[in-house]
């Protein structure tokens, strides 16, 4: 704890913020045949610390960790988890209101576990589209490592059921994807890191675009038909960005970065649609929710959106230490720490991107 604090003081620390994770889609839509129930709900999630729920524990090294308390102070039992926020992920959440568990992380499963036929999380904290995003917490899986490993898993997959219904396995599974806040928070917007230097905005969301492009056309060549991508929120509006400003206002220039490169994932997205026969890939858009939330939290029963429950220094980072003091009433607060929502929080914001995912009426059974 003391390494970890003593750390923190000279690699800034941290992670991001997209918004989530998750498990679902248009699943209940896609699923009216019923035949192959099992597989229909096996869902592979990738991406960084807002759906991380635990790899990072087992990479001795990072420095991208949760695994201490305050973390999972209301998580059922008051465990950290290894999930950056003091309760459940929007993941979690989501799985729960489909009556699935929540995928667990990949680095929790010996080589040949069953449980992978269930669905795994990739996801880990400090992680980015970029090979060099977060790279002084050390150790974490790029999203390029959770390709790789899902790429393991298939294989594993093969040898336990066969070629064929490991294929068909993969091909009616749900994709998950969340990734992209930490190579704004702990790459472009870190001054002391060569890619906000060596680029303009316009040249590092094309290379962002690309890279991205290159790795779903990787996911679906392993099989990846049903793939939910979530956008990122207003990075300029987390506390850690705030306090660059010299009236704790959001950073406008970040929002509106962030708004760009959403539009063109988005655009991305149609155009791998068109490309990849049976592809259904989709961009959920939560900008403007978790917007909201913080422009008016008292609309959903919240009184501070502009600092978090913890009180972190962030001058040293912005997670919350053990040697912090977390907020009186955890409910009041959207922001947990510097960069993650609180429980209460990913509540709400699951429910919105529950009933925008399966907005359409409920399959007709037959
Ligand atoms: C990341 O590095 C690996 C090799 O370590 C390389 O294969 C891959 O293309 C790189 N990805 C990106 C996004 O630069
Ligand atoms: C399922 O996946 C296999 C190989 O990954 C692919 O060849 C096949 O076209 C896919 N089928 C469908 C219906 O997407
Ligand atoms: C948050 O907003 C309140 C008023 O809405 C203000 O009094 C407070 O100073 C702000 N805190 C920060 C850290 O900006
Ligand atoms: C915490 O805040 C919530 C929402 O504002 C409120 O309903 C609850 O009564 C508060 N709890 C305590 C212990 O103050
Ligand atoms: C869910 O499926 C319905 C009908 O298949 C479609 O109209 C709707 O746009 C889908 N929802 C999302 C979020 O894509
Ligand atoms: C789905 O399968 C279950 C069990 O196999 C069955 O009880 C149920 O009626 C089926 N539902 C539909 C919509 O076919």
Known sequence: MAILIFFSKYYLFMILITT???????????????????????????????????????????????????????????????????????????????????????????????????????????????????????????????????????????????????????????????????????????????????????????????????????????????MIFHGLGPLGCIPSQRVKSKTGQCLKRVNEWVVEFNSKVKKLIVSLNGRLPSAKFMFADTYQDVYDLIEKPEVYGFKVSNTSCCNVDTSIGGLCLPNSKPCQNRTDYVFWDAFHPSDAANQVLAEKLFSSLFSAPPPKPH
């Open 20 to 226: 989530m994770t998750a498990a679902a889609m248009n699943v209940t839509a896609a699923s009216t045949t019923n035949s192959s129930s099992s597989t229909l709900l096996t869902t592979f999630v990738f991406g960084d610390s807002l759906t991380e729920v635990g790899n990072n524990n087992y990479l001795q090294y990072s420095l991208a960790r949760s695994d201490y308390p305050w973390y999972g102070i209301d998580f059922g039992g008051g465990q950290a988890t290894g999930r950056f926020t003091n309760g459940r992920t929007i993941g979690d959440i989501i799985s729960a209101k489909l009556g699935i568990p929540s995928p667990p992380p990949y680095f929790s499963l010996s080589k040949d576990d069953d449980a992978l036929l269930k669905g795994v999380n990739y996801a880990s904290g400090g992680a980015g589209i970029l090979n060099d995003t977060g790279l002084y917490f050390i150790q974490r899986l790029s999203f390029d490592d959770q390709i790789n490993l899902f790429k393991k898993t298939k294989e594993t997959i093969k040898a336990k059921i066969g070629d064929e219904a490991a294929n068909k396995l993969c091909n009616e599974s749900m994709y998950f994807v969340g990734i992209g806040s930490n190579d704004y928070v702990n790459n472009y917007l870190q001054p002391f890191l060569s890619d906000g230097q060596q680029y303009t905005h316009d040249e590092f969301v094309e290379l962002m675009i690309s890279t991205l492009d290159q790795q779903l056309l990787r996911l679906y060549k392993l099989g990846a038909r049903k």
